[in-house]
T-cell receptor, first 114, second 111 residues
């Protein structure tokens, strides 16, 4: 079964450093998303991406965050200057269309900012 | 008022029991309703989805939406220890990109 692949599975970084989280969505999918889940809290929407541009973003997704689809297969989330409160699980997801029937999620990247 | 509310549990049941998981939501504009299952330190996995009101059945799972009371349910029949996980309800507007998740209910099924 096709799956969404995320790397690395765990990233530890120092406060103020830049991190790039990587995702390979399902190959024929067109819509891509990042969500995050702080330990013990809800899964929260960050951003959606379609046709090489952001289609929607949340209040969390401020100027410190950016997304990119640098080639035909990868989808990245960059955090420019990490803060302690950025520590969370970051999940990438994709769908074949703007499916209102749910996403396929990756297994996540656990980001720890120290 | 939160957009979607879900009792975090935990909910502990014996193997073979019928499990009922529930969420309420505040905005009647939401039309799409999903249930995800999440194992520890894994991504959510889509279990069921429904549009507007009504029931949908898939094997041991039944999803139910009552738009008049803004109440969504997931029923698990003949629960198994492998069903032990966190169950997340999720809602979405027509044409929107953002899915809003409930806090998740932690379910333990005891053998």
């Amino acid at each position: 079964e096709p799956e969404v692949t995320q790397t690395p599975s765990h990233q530890v970084t120092q406060m103020g450093q830049e991190v790039i989280l990587r995702c390979v969505p399902i190959s024929n999918h067109l819509y891509f998303y990042w969500y995050r889940q702080i330990l013990g809290q809800k899964v929260e929407f960050l951003v959606s991406f379609y046709n090489n541009e952001i289609s929607e973003k949340s209040e969390i997704f401020d100027d410190q965050f950016s997304v990119e689809r640098p080639d035909g297969s990868n989808f990245t989330l960059k955090i420019r200057s990490t803060k302690l409160e950025d520590s969370a699980m970051y999940f990438c997801a994709s769908t074949g269309d703007n499916s209102n029937y749910g996403y396929t999620f990756g297994s996540g990247t656990r980001l720890t900012v120290v | 008022q939160k957009e979607v509310e879900q009792d975090p549990g935990p909910l502990s049941v014996p193997e073979g029991a019928i499990v009922s998981l529930n969420c309420t939501y505040s905005n009647s504009a939401f039309q799409y309703f999903m249930w995800y299952r999440q194992y520890s330190r894994k991504g959510p996995e889509l279990l069921m989805y429904t549009y507007s009101s009504g029931n949908k059945e898939d094997g041991r799972f039944t999803a139910q939406v009552d738009k008049s009371s803004k109440y969504i349910s997931l029923f698990i029949r003949d629960s198994q220890p492998s069903d032990s996980a966190t169950y997340l309800c999720a809602i979405r507007n027509t044409g929107g990109f953002k899915t809003i998740f409930g806090a998740g209910t932690r379910l333990f099924v005891k053998a």
